[in-house]
């Protein structure tokens, strides 16, 4: 696979890109944006040793960007990205290696059906396209990333309640066209909403949604839009 190093300048990283089907993309960078934001506002109204041993799990890392984005949230102690397809891991260590980031950011070659323990913070960027949903690109590795072939949206979120403390919370990009049935997945896990983002982009609408586990139910949702280009 042809590769090509692309700058962070917002957090003084590079890392090294596949150049087939898994450049950097809007959902990405949007999604890390979102995820700092909410960060960056807790740790203004509460004591920063509280935050240090936070703990952040990356359902489906791919080559890395989102964690290493996030990796200068001083508060958070670890951040576990997993990612299942070998040859994108091989991408995902090297970035992580590249960035000296080996004692924040700890990558994992694995299912995340098998991965055990409880996190503070969950984060995905999924594959949200469905496998029906039009012509499945020849690259294997860019149909994972972007089609429902290994992880639904209904696995995703079982995984999260399954994985998250209790008050856990949770960080998820879809499209709108997805969000009912996101909707469903939530509340069929016993998760809440807190807010959400919807940011238009060229003519497409990508929704952040921001939760937890647990907790009193929210009696309404906070909703944000924006417009980027």
Avoid: C, W
Avoid at 54 to 66: D, N, S
Avoid at 72 to 77: A, H, K, P, Q
Avoid at 143 to 161: D, M, P, Q, R, V
């Amino acid at each position: 696979m042809k590769k090509y190093t692309e700058e962070l300048q917002s957090v003084n990283k590079s890392v090294i890109i596949n150049e087939k089907g898994l450049k950097i993309t809007e959902d990405a960078l949007i999604l890390a944006d979102f995820i700092k934001n909410i960060l960056e506002k807790k740790s203004g109204k509460s004591d920063r040793t509280f935050f240090q041993k936070k703990t952040i799990l990356e359902i489906g890392a791919g080559q890395g960007i989102i964690s290493i984005l996030l990796s200068e949230v001083s508060y958070i102690s670890k951040i576990y990205a997993v990612e299942i397809q070998e040859k994108i891991f091989e991408y995902l260590v090297d970035n992580i290696r590249k960035n000296s980031l080996q004692d924040k950011i700890l990558a994992l070659n694995n299912d995340i059906n098998r991965i055990d323990g409880e996190y503070d913070y969950i984060f995905s960027n999924p594959p949200y396209r469905k496998i029906n949903s039009g012509k499945l690109p020849d690259e294997e590795t860019e149909k994972i990333s972007k089609y429902e072939i290994l992880l639904t949206l209904e696995g995703l979120f079982f995984n999260i309640k399954r994985l998250l403390k209790n008050h856990g919370e949770f960080f998820v990009i879809i499209p709108e066209e997805r969000l009912n049935e996101t909707f469903s997945y939530i509340y069929k896990n016993n998760l809440q909403i807190i807010n959400m983002d919807i940011n238009e982009y060229r003519k497409k609408k990508l929704i952040m949604i921001y939760g937890k586990k647990g907790g009193k139910i929210n009696s309404g949702i906070e909703v944000n839009y924006k417009k980027l280009f």
